[in-house]
């Protein structure tokens, strides 16, 4: 099975910020990468797929990016409802994994 | 709109089988790819199972082969996802989810989650 890191498995900021999330593979994923928003009493929401499409419905403050066995969750401006954990994973349909999640708590 | 509606909380004594439903509403389960994933108490998320509609057929994490089963009744839009010998560490919260069609030829992309269900394993 591929192996996904997530980092970091936390970080603190505020309202307004720019947040990074980082995610590595240890094999080639040939773009099969997805991110995921989870909040506290509330469904799984699928933010990206393909590495850097846009889900329906998720606001473009959200952006995917990279290739390979790098890639990067960014949110532009961090708004109160994204304080939540983000997990990536690699979607090939012969073994998919996840990572370990990135907390973005606040400040 | 779909939504996954999933059976109540359970508790298990180790040895036991559980077994946790997922409802459709807004679609028929037979238009849909539906996966079983679980997140063990402060962990991450893990793949068990799924329906793969490019072949038809029921495909299972290794880690789980042999100890899940995925079932279908289409005729009530429920699917259904069964774990045997249970054990504390199966102790999770277990989703479905629903595969995104258009991308199904080659990857599993979850675009609809049910609410999960805790299942607990305790003697």
């Known amino acids: 099975d591929i192996h996904m890191t997530q980092s970091p498995s936390s970080v603190s900021a505020s309202v307004g910020d720019r947040v990074t999330i980082t995610c590595r593979a240890s094999?080639?994923?040939?773009?099969?990468l997805a991110w995921y928003q989870q909040r506290p009493g509330k469904a799984l929401k699928l933010l990206i797929y393909?590495?850097?499409s846009l889900q329906d419905g998720v606001p473009s403050r959200f952006s995917g990016s990279g290739s390979g066995t790098d890639f990067t969750l960014t949110i532009s401006s961090l708004q109160p409802e994204d304080f939540a954990t983000y997990y990536c994973?690699?979607?090939?349909?012969?073994?998919?994994?996840f990572g370990g999640g990135t907390k973005v708590e606040m400040k | 709109q779909v939504q996954l509606v999933q059976s109540g909380a359970e508790v298990k004594k180790p040895g036991a089988s559980v077994k946790v439903s997922c409802k459709v509403s807004?679609?028929?389960?037979?238009?849909?790819?539906m996966h079983w994933v679980r997140q063990a108490p402060g962990k991450g998320l893990e793949w068990m199972a799924g329906?793969?509609?490019?072949?038809?057929?029921?495909v299972y994490a290794q880690k789980f082969h042999g100890r899940v089963t995925m079932t279908e009744d289409t005729s009530t839009d429920t699917s259904f996802m069964e774990l045997s010998s249970l054990r504390s560490e199966d102790t999770a919260v277990y989703y479905c989810?629903?595969?995104?069609?258009?991308?199904?030829?080659?990857?599993?992309?979850?675009?609809?989650w049910g609410q999960g269900t805790l299942v607990t394993v305790s003697s």
């Open positions: 994973q690699q979607a090939n349909k012969f073994g998919n994994t």
């Open positions: 094999q080639n994923t040939a773009g099969w």
């Open positions: 807004g679609d028929t389960l037979s238009e849909l790819s």
């Open positions: 989810a629903t595969v995104m069609a258009s991308l199904a030829w080659g990857g599993f992309y979850f675009d609809d």
């Open positions: 393909a590495g850097s």
């Open positions: 329906f793969d509609p490019e072949n038809g057929e029921i």
